[in-house]
């Protein structure tokens, strides 16, 4: 299976702070990259698809790039509503999923 | 608007079976597959296949093929995740999600609100 790795595990942000994580992929997958958000409680949510396809209603501040092996979720004037936790999933062979990085407040 | 339902938390022992539900509605049931989603307390989501409920064909993750059975009700537009042989470390939160494909991408959307199953003696 296609390993992915997400770095950091977590980071602590305040409101308007831009947040960037990323991804990096065992072998390349091209751009068959998805970024979800999952809340406790509540239905995960896809943000980005494709590696840069906004998902419909998701707000534009998330935004997502990268090809082959390397993946960034960039997250713009970070809003309350975000603090959350977010995964990276490949498409590009049997599903996985990073690890995940917490966004916590600071 | 396009939902997916689950049914609520179990409580299982080790060895025994358990069944998960997922209604949908606000769509064409047949159209598009159901994939199934884990995640164990502390780790990041583990899929473990997906069904055709149009077909009924299935196909699973090497890791859970003997254990996993997916099935569908066409007439109730739900389909089902049955879990066999638990162990404590099928504890986890089971999500199903809808397959969405193009040309050039696949992903889930949307999600159910998952199901807590919990597997102690």
């Known amino acids: 299976d296609i390993q992915m790795t997400q770095s950091p595990s977590s980071l602590s942000a305040s409101v308007g702070d831009t947040v960037t994580i990323t991804c990096r992929a065992s072998q390349s997958i091209n751009k068959h990259l998805n970024w979800y958000q999952l809340k406790p409680a509540k239905a995960p949510k896809v943000l980005i698809y494709g590696a840069a396809n906004l998902q419909s209603g998701v707000p534009s501040r998330f935004s997502g790039s990268g090809s082959g092996t390397d993946f960034t979720l960039t997250i713009s004037s970070l809003q309350p509503e975000d603090f959350a936790t977010y995964y990276c999933q490949q498409s590009f062979a049997t599903p996985t999923f990073g690890g995940g990085t917490k966004v916590e407040m600071k | 608007q396009v939902q997916l339902v689950q049914s609520g938390a179990e409580v299982e022992k080790p060895g025994a079976s358990v069944q998960v539900s997922c209604r949908t509605s606000?769509?064409?049931?047949?159209?598009?597959?159901i994939h199934w989603v884990r995640q164990a307390p502390g780790q990041g989501p583990e899929w473990l296949g997906w069904?055709?409920?149009?077909?009924?064909?299935?196909k699973y993750a090497q890791k859970f093929q003997g254990r996993v059975t997916m099935t569908r009700d066409t007439s109730i537009n739900t389909v089902y995740v049955e879990v066999n042989s638990l162990r404590p470390d099928d504890t986890a939160v089971y999500y199903c999600?809808?397959?969405?494909?193009?040309?050039?991408?696949?992903?889930?959307?949307?999600w159910g609100q998952g199901t807590l199953v919990t597997v102690s003696s």
């Open positions: 999600a809808r397959d969405r494909t193009t040309v050039t991408s696949n992903w889930f959307d949307p």
């Open positions: 606000g769509y064409t049931f047949t159209d598009y597959y």
């Open positions: 069904i055709d409920p149009d077909s009924g064909d299935t």
